[in-house]
């Protein structure tokens, strides 16, 4: 156990919906990554948030939307959703220290499976 | 921008013997970290071991070991005495710490599969 949650495991939904995938980071960790499994793309970096504000954006569709709240637990909202975006949806989180030549793991959450029909 | 390539998209081995997996990668940046994730059945994904791009010393974690050749920009994980529950997938994964945030970059994966 990594210590990273997510909710809910599978998502079932039909083309044209929203979903919001939900993540909560380990104790401590200040900073969430959400990154997208699928059979075609492989492991793709979607985007990463560190105490509340956007860090570093990778191939995240202009349909997905992110943000980590106060109490730094994240949400990866879907919408207009196509077959696609069938995908398994991994949070992971590290603690960012913001200093050079510290290591950076990143522990990962059990993933969202998301099916669109 | 960085890359990784797995150029084996899968790999068999027998129980007890050892068997190695190959990683390469392409960036122009000095500091890094290189890590070798396992994802199983399950789906989980859970590092194996990790590289500190300035350590010149390989890293060692019980039965997994890497053969990291900076200037080859290679990063091999090798897995000896190879268990039944060592069947997973296997990705090489690159991060760099940028000024703008942090990132994983993983390779397309290695299935490999332990045989009885």
């Known amino acids: 156990d990594s210590g990273v949650t997510q909710t809910p495991k599978h998502l079932i939904t039909a083309t044209g919906q929203r979903v919001t995938l939900r993540c909560s980071p380990r104790s401590g960790d200040l900073s969430v990554y959400w990154y997208q499994q699928s059979l075609d793309q492989g492991l793709q970096f979607l985007i990463q948030y560190y105490n509340g504000e956007e860090r570093a954006k990778g191939n995240i569709l202009e349909r997905f939307s992110a943000q980590q709240f106060p109490d730094l637990h994240s949400e990866l909202n879907l919408s207009s959703l196509e077959l696609g975006d069938s995908a398994l949806y991994f949070c992971?989180?590290?603690?960012?220290?913001?200093?050079?030549?510290?290591?950076?793991?990143?522990?990962f959450g059990p993933g969202t499976r998301l099916t669109v029909l | 921008a960085q890359t990784v390539t797995q150029s084996q998209p899968e790999m068999s081995v027998q129980e007890a013997e050892t068997v190695t997996l190959s990683c390469t990668y392409d960036?122009?940046?000095?500091?890094?970290?290189l890590f070798w994730y396992k994802q199983p059945p399950s789906r989980q994904m859970i590092l194996v071991i990790r590289q500190e791009a300035y350590k010149q010393q390989n890293a060692t974690e019980n039965r997994f070991s890497v053969n990291f050749q900076k200037a080859a920009k290679s990063f091999s994980l090798k897995i000896s005495d190879s268990q039944l529950g060592d069947t997973a997938m296997y990705f090489c994964?690159?991060?760099?710490?940028?000024?703008?945030?942090?990132?994983?970059?993983f390779g397309e994966g290695t299935q490999l599969t332990v045989n009885p």
């Open positions: 960036t122009s940046e000095n500091n890094y970290y």
């Open positions: 992971a989180s590290s603690v960012e220290p913001g200093l050079a030549g510290l290591y950076n793991e990143q522990f």
């Open positions: 994964a690159f991060i760099q710490q940028e000024t703008s945030g942090s990132r994983l970059t």
